[in-house]
């Protein structure tokens, strides 16, 4: 029993690996590589998609200085009506203002694309019109659910670096939302925001001033970016037993 | 005695009353006697008719007599009475039947019966089954006491054959001491963590001056449970040991049975089992060399399978990153490598490896215990990426006797949008996801592209291709069986 058991995980490990080990087209970029690199993909809609399209930039040079993964400093702009979405799994969802609304064959494209095992960074960046815009969408594509806080031990926090607080360029939500879809956090949303954090002048100089300038809140925005983007590919792996006596101790500290 | 008439003998024979009669019958009569004679001549070297006279045979029949020679016999005057009634039997039979004898203890030797006054009782066991088994004789005879301790119970040999068989016992003295394990019930199989229970019972023979005895369960020499039992007036002692399993496989154990001070046969004392020891659930250790998709979309699917335990370490951060931050405001911790693998693989089913090259965490001799825990029945799977195979350099190391593709020198990842193609015929379960062939290889086709691959990778001979790559000659998935267990890249 235990050998034909064995069996049918081999085969859905081989499933998943083979479902897995197609996110995107490697001729999207020409380095680009599903196992090999993280890509940045920035959801497009009719409306102000893109506050800080030079962010990205900056954030694929920390993602790759510090972690062991690579993320080519070119992004992949993508619309939910685009068949190529399901090869990105994680997604940043911003923008201002109130856009419209989406169509049935996209919602449909957003349900199946976060069932699927999409990720999406959703910064409404404390603006009130996007933010309700944004939960309308998410709403039509998920009905049953809504956005609840995320709890402050959630491997989200923990996955690379220990969060202290929960910051961005602005303060306006001490803590992050999500929708839970398929048994996971699959939209990560911020109210702070956190891109807005990264654009920097060409002295290295914040391009935008932090609202209210608490100490650290540059770091600590930094450090939870960078965390959401290792969530999105290690899932809850902080949250096992193998870490927690370390997470602990150092948290005793 | 035969007699056989020969052609030539015979027509001897013949000529002669043929001779007289020419000399008495006239011309006319002669000639047609010789006409007559001519044509029985004629007939008889055509037919060459043969008289042969012969008595019926009346062999006597074979009969074995088995002379019972283990240690047991020699109580008392088991084997003078033994002996005693094998000589009247060559008495009373040897004009009837062709006799022949046998010692037989664990085996089975011939004897002369001129000898039989050599014949020693010490043979350290007794295997009744096997003298049954004999097929050799017309009917055979049996002397012993009866008391089997090797092959299986007398009573439960299958083999039906028509040799009838006489048995009798050897007489003598009373009934001697003697405990022997019986009727002893275990199960098949159990699990790690849950208690095994053992219930037998000890027979108890004679009156022993004991009133009590100890009986131990035994682990490769090492005691794991015990009991102390009365057997003061019992013939029948029910006993249950049992224990709890802390490691996987067959294993092997025995029980005994402490002897008494006057017990005369210590061999059925002893008796020795085994237990399959399976997991109550599979434990996967999964090492990814980097954070991926791949691992992200695994995990959950693991983590969701309640009969799964998942240990898994992903490498978040190498030598050459740098930190912004502190290290107290890192999550990362050490990676085990060395207990990992030198002393924990054995607690898991299955090894996977996902672009991940070990040279970074731990040396080369460690792989030898994963593939000494593949060769005892492990698992493993490597996944590829630029770190696995030759590019995590794995080329010449133990792992690349398990894996069923030639690893080269070096890397030949090339980046390339593909889709696997299951090999034709192939009907491996691995490749049958819908439970239905034609299904899952509908499902196969669709599947979306993957984007890299290793085009160095060579399957091994032996190796089963089930997927192809690109151009059809580059290999994606191969399965081999390499002892026990099974090895994917």
Do not use: C
């Not at chain 1, 995107?24 to 680009?32: C, P």
């Not at chain 2, 295997?127 to 004789?137: H, M």
């Not at chain 2, 008391?147 to 003295?173: A, D, F, K």
């Amino acid at each position: 029993m235990v050998f034909k058991k064995l069996n049918l995980i081999l085969i859905s490990a081989l499933m998943t690996a083979v479902f897995a080990g197609s996110p995107l087209q490697a001729d999207d970029f020409s380095a680009g590589n599903s196992g090999e690199k993280f890509i940045y993909a920035q959801l497009k809609f009719k409306g102000s998609w893109d506050p800080y399209p030079e962010a990205h930039k900056l954030i694929s040079y920390y993602f790759t200085k510090t972690t062991s993964m690579e993320m080519p400093s070119e992004r992949k702009i993508l619309t939910l009506s685009d068949k190529e979405l399901f090869y990105f799994p994680f997604l940043v969802f911003t923008g201002r203002g109130g856009y419209p609304e989406f169509t049935e064959d996209q919602i449909r494209n957003l349900r199946r694309y976060l069932r699927g095992g999409g990720i999406i960074l959703l910064d409404t960046s404390g603006d009130d019109e996007f933010g309700k815009s944004a939960e309308r969408t998410f709403r039509r594509a998920f009905p049953e659910k809504e956005f609840k806080k995320i709890p402050q031990y959630h491997a989200v926090f923990r996955s690379f670096y220990l969060v202290d607080y929960v910051s961005g360029r602005t303060l306006n939500r001490p803590y992050l939302t999500g929708l839970e879809i398929e048994s996971k956090i699959a939209v990560i949303r911020t109210d702070n925001d956190i891109i807005g954090i990264w654009p920097q002048d060409k002295t290295g100089n914040p391009t935008y001033a932090y609202i209210p300038g608490k100490p650290g809140q540059q770091k600590e925005g930094i450090k939870l970016t960078l965390n959401i983007m290792i969530y999105s590919l290690s899932g809850t792996y902080k949250s096992d037993d193998v870490h927690q006596p370390f997470i602990k101790e150092k948290l005793r500290r | 005695m035969n007699f056989i008439f020969t052609p030539p003998n015979l027509y001897i024979f013949l000529l002669i009353p043929a001779a007289a009669a020419a000399m008495i019958l006239r011309p006319r009569e002669r000639i047609f006697s010789l006409r007559l004679l001519i044509y029985f001549f004629l007939f008889l070297i055509i037919l060459s008719p043969r008289l042969e006279l012969s008595k019926p045979n009346k062999k006597k029949p074979a009969v074995g007599i088995f002379i019972d020679g283990s240690l047991s016999m020699g109580i008392s005057e088991r084997t003078d009475n033994a002996l005693r009634t094998a000589r009247q039997l060559y008495s009373a039979l040897k004009s009837e039947a062709d006799l022949a004898f046998y010692k037989f203890s664990d085996r089975i030797e011939k004897i002369v019966y001129e000898n039989l006054n050599g014949f020693a009782a010490d043979g350290e066991s007794t295997d009744l089954s096997k003298v049954i088994r004999d097929t050799r004789y017309h009917g055979k005879i049996i002397i012993s006491d009866g008391r089997y301790n090797e092959g299986i119970n007398p009573l439960n040999v299958n083999e039906i054959n028509s040799v009838p068989i006489y048995v009798t016992g050897p007489g003598g003295g009373n009934r001697s001491v003697d405990l022997g394990i019986g009727d002893l019930k275990i199960p098949g199989f159990g699990f790690r963590g849950e208690k095994i229970d053992i219930d037998f019972k000890i027979s108890a023979g004679g009156s022993p001056k004991e009133n009590e005895t100890m009986v131990y369960l035994k682990e490769k020499g090492k005691l794991i449970d015990s009991r102390r039992i009365e057997i003061s007036g019992k013939k029948e002692i029910p006993v249950n040991l049992s224990f709890t399993p802390d490691k996987v496989g067959l294993k092997n154990y025995n029980l005994e049975v402490k002897a008494l001070a006057e017990e005369i046969n210590e061999a059925n004392n002893i008796r020795n089992f085994q237990v399959n020891i399976n997991r109550k659930k599979i434990r996967i250790l999964y090492v990814a060399g980097r954070p991926s998709w791949e691992y992200s979309l695994l995990r959950r699917l693991l983590k969701s399978d309640w009969q799964i335990d998942l240990v898994s370490f992903l490498i978040l951060r190498n030598p050459a990153n740098r930190t912004i931050v502190p290290e107290n405001e890192l999550s990362l911790i050490h990676f085990p490598a060395r207990e990992m693998f030198t002393k924990k693989i054995d607690d898991f089913d299955l090894l996977i490896y996902e672009n991940f090259s070990y040279k970074r965490f731990f040396p080369q001799a460690y792989l030898s215990h994963i593939k000494k825990f593949v060769n005892e029945g492990g698992a493993f799977l490597m996944m590829g990426g630029k770190e696995s195979f030759a590019g995590g350099n794995y080329s010449g190391t133990p792992l690349e006797d398990i894996l069923p593709v030639d690893i080269a020198e070096s890397s030949g990842w090339k980046t390339e949008t593909f889709r696997a193609k299951v090999k034709k015929d192939s009907r491996h379960p691995v490749l049958d996801i819908a439970g239905d062939p034609e299904i899952s290889e509908a499902l196969w086709r669709d599947m979306p592209p993957l984007t890299g691959y290793d085009e160095n990778l060579k399957a091994k001979d032996g190796a089963t291709v089930l997927l192809e790559g690109p151009g059809g000659g580059r290999l994606f998935l191969h399965y081999q069986n390499p002892g026990v267990g099974a090895a994917q890249p």
